[in-house]
C-alpha cells in the first residue's frame, strides 16, 4: 500500500506561481510512476505531469509543458508540482498519484494505482 497526502487547499491570484507537495509513505517504491492530476468542475480528471522515483524521468501534458515543474524529493518522500503563471482556468482539485505500471503508462494511459485525497486550488482573476 501507498499512501499520498497532498496539503490543503490553496486560493492564489492569477499570474501568480504555486507549489504543491505531496507526502508518500508506505511502499514508496512499489510505485515508480509518482505525478498530479486534476479536475475542473464539471470536467473530467485530466494528467498533469508524471515523474520516475527510481530515475531521471519526467513526462508532461502538452499543455502544461514549460509552464509546470515536477520534482521528488526521495529522501524525505515527496513529489512536487510547481506551477507559474497561473490562471483561472487553473481552478480545480489537485490529486496525487502513484502507479505500479510506472511513469510513462501514466503519461500515456493515465494508468494509476493510488490516489490522494486531492486538494482544492482555486485561482482568482
Known amino acids: 500500500q501507498v499512501q499520498l497526502v497532498e496539503p490543503g487547499g490553496r486560493l492564489v491570484q492569477a499570474g501568480g506561481s504555486l507549489r504543491l507537495s505531496c507526502s508518500v509513505s508506505g511502499r514508496t517504491d512499489s510505485t515508480d510512476g509518482k505525478g498530479w492530476f486534476r479536475q475542473s468542475p464539471g470536467k473530467g480528471r485530466e494528467f498533469v505531469a508524471v515523474?520516475?522515483?527510481?530515475?531521471?524521468?519526467?513526462y508532461y501534458a502538452d499543455s502544461e509543458k514549460g509552464r509546470v515543474t515536477i520534482s521528488r524529493n526521495n529522501a524525505k518522500n515527496t513529489v512536487a508540482l510547481q506551477m507559474n503563471v497561473l490562471k483561472p482556468e487553473d481552478t480545480a482539485v489537485y490529486y496525487c498519484?502513484?502507479?505500479?505500471?510506472?511513469?510513462?503508462?501514466?503519461?500515456?494511459?493515465?494508468?494509476?494505482?493510488?490516489w490522494g485525497q486531492g486538494t482544492q486550488v482555486t485561482v482568482s482573476s
Open positions: 515523474i520516475r522515483w527510481s530515475a531521471e524521468a519526467e
Open positions: 498519484a502513484a502507479s505500479a505500471r510506472g511513469a510513462h503508462s501514466m503519461a500515456r494511459f493515465f494508468s494509476v494505482t493510488y
